[in-house]
């Protein structure tokens, strides 16, 4: 299992952020963080429960963080492993999740696939999402894995739909004349664009487009 504990800052001042594996003491706290970190228009079918949890730490408990910080769950991430090649067709979230519940877990996969990160409003400051990337990259380095691989969102795209196409407004975000808060974030932690997958996810934000972004493992060529 997975225990790392840092310091991240709030400002200037020190506040010490613990993450680790989750289990199933940690359900009721992760369901209420998916309330706050994805409020509506997102789809409240989406969000995290029981059964879906229990499943991601009987599949692939390895994949299923969380970070507390000073005492207080504020975040987390999931994870599983599939087989991918550049050439494959594009997918679905749904398809490549089973709906969330990680069903399509391969143990021998050669890709970890990010399913959802969230991070609790009040903490959003701290750079935590970051900090859980770092984990699952730690794990790609540790499993020998080919890469970390997932869609992002283009949860800004609503505000330009009618102006830019999908691929106009990830252009501008690439070159820094907009901020998406999804694509631009996974930039920041780490994560290079692959291509743009439509009808990825239900999610009237981003007009269901998504931007498939991976981190390839230093270690491999």
Not at 143 to 169: I, K, N, Q
Not at 177 to 201: A, H, N, Q, W
């Amino acid at each position: 299992m997975y225990s790392k504990k840092q310091y991240v800052f709030d400002r200037k001042k020190p506040r010490q952020a613990w993450v680790r594996t989750y289990h199933s003491s940690d359900f009721d706290e992760l369901i209420q963080i998916q309330r706050e970190s994805f409020p509506p228009p997102f789809p409240d079918e989406l969000l995290w429960t029981r059964e879906q949890l229990e499943s991601h730490i009987r599949l692939y408990p390895e994949g299923a963080l969380c970070v507390e910080v000073e005492g207080k769950l504020a975040g987390s991430i999931t994870s599983l492993r599939i087989n991918y090649t550049p050439e494959d067709p594009d997918h679905t979230w749904e398809e490549v999740t089973g709906g969330g519940d990680i069903s399509p877990h391969q143990p021998n996969g050669n890709t970890l696939y990010v399913v959802d990160v969230c991070i609790r409003p009040e903490f959003r400051n701290l750079d935590l999402g970051k900090l859980l990337l770092q984990g699952l990259y730690e794990r790609v380095i540790v499993d020998g894995l080919d890469r970390l691989l997932g869609g992002g969102r283009m949860s800004g795209y609503y505000r330009v739909a009618g102006e830019l196409s999908p691929e106009e407004y990830i252009h501008r975000v690439l070159e820094g004349e907009i901020k998406d808060p999804v694509i631009t974030f996974m930039m920041r932690s780490g994560r290079t664009p692959v291509r743009i997958v439509k009808e990825y996810l239900e999610d009237e934000e981003s007009h269901n487009m998504a931007m498939l972004m991976e981190w390839k493992n230093p270690f491999k060529t």
